[in-house]
C-alpha cells in the first residue's frame, strides 16, 4: 500500500473511532436525561407532597404512576439495554450502559434537589452510582449481543424483557396501584416483541 492510501485509510479509520465516539456520547446523554430527568419530574410535578406539583395535596394520577414505573431497578437496567442495543457495538455496549445509567443518576439527584422536592444527598447519588456499574455494564453487553446477526442473539435479547418482568413489583402509594405493576408488564410484553421481530427480520436478511 502506499504511503498516500495508506494515510487515507488510517484518516477514515479515526473519522469512523470519532464518529462512533459521539454516537456512544449522544447515546449515553439523551439516554440518561431522560430516565433521570423524566423519574425526577414526574415526582416533582406529580407528587401531592411537591412544593412545584400541578395538583397540590392531590397529585397528578398519571405522573405518579410513571414516577413508580421509572423509579424501578427493572426501568433503570431496560434503559442500560436499550443503550447498549443503540450502539450494536459489543465493546461499547457496556461502556455506554454505565455512562447512561450514572448521567441518570445525577440528573435525578440534581433535578429533584434543584426544584426543592428532596434535598441532595450523598449517600443515595453514591448508592445508585454503584448499583449503576454492575448494572449497566450487564444490561449495556446484552443490549450490544441482541443486534449481532446470529440466531442466538435471540437470548439476550429476550433477557431484557424478562428481566423487566421478573423485578416488576407494586410500588408507589396505595392508591395509583395496581397500575405500576401493570405498565411495567405491558412495557415488558412489548419490548419482547419487538426484540423478537427485529430478530426474525435479521435471520432473514441473513438467508
Known amino acids: ?6 494515510a487515507a485509510t488510517n ?3 479515526s473519522l469512523r473511532d470519532a464518529q462512533a465516539s459521539v454516537r456512544i456520547a449522544i447515546i449515553a446523554a439523551v439516554g440518561g436525561l431522560l430516565l433521570g430527568g423524566l423519574n425526577s419530574l414526574s415526582n ?5 407532597y411537591s412544593p412545584q406539583s400541578l395538583n397540590p395535596g392531590g397529585g397528578v394520577f398519571a405522573l405518579e404512576v410513571l414516577a413508580a414505573v421509572l423509579g424501578t431497578p427493572g426501568a433503570w437496567a431496560i434503559t442500560a439495554f436499550i443503550a447498549g442495543f443503540l450502539t450494536g457495538k459489543i465493546w461499547s455496549g ?7 445509567l450514572l448521567i441518570a443518576d445525577l440528573s435525578y439527584y440534581l433535578i429533584d434537589s434543584t426544584s426543592g422536592y428532596a434535598a441532595l444527598s450523598t449517600d443515595e447519588v453514591l448508592y445508585w452510582a454503584a448499583l449503576a456499574v454492575p448494572t449497566g455494564l450487564v444490561m449495556g453487553l446484552l443490549g450490544a449481543l441482541a443486534t449481532q446477526p446470529h440466531w442466538w442473539s435471540i437470548l439476550p435479547g429476550l433477557a ?6 421478573a423485578l416488576a413489583r407494586s410500588t408507589g402509594s396505595g392508591h395509583i396501584q395496581p397500575w405500576p405493576m401493570q405498565v411495567t408488564l405491558a412495557v415488558a410484553a412489548a419490548l419482547a416483541v419487538i426484540i423478537l421481530t427485529t430478530w426474525s427480520v435479521r435471520i432473514r436478511q441473513r438467508h
Do not use: H
Not at 94 to 100: I, R, S
Not at 160 to 165: D, E, H, N, S, V
Open 11 to 13: 484518516g477514515r479509520r
Open 160 to 165: 431484557a424483557p424478562a428481566t423487566l418482568a
Open 44 to 48: 416533582v410535578l406529580g407528587s401531592p
Open 94 to 100: 457496556p461502556l455506554v450502559g454505565v455512562a447512561t
Open 1 to 6: 500500500m502506499q504511503p498516500d492510501d495508506l
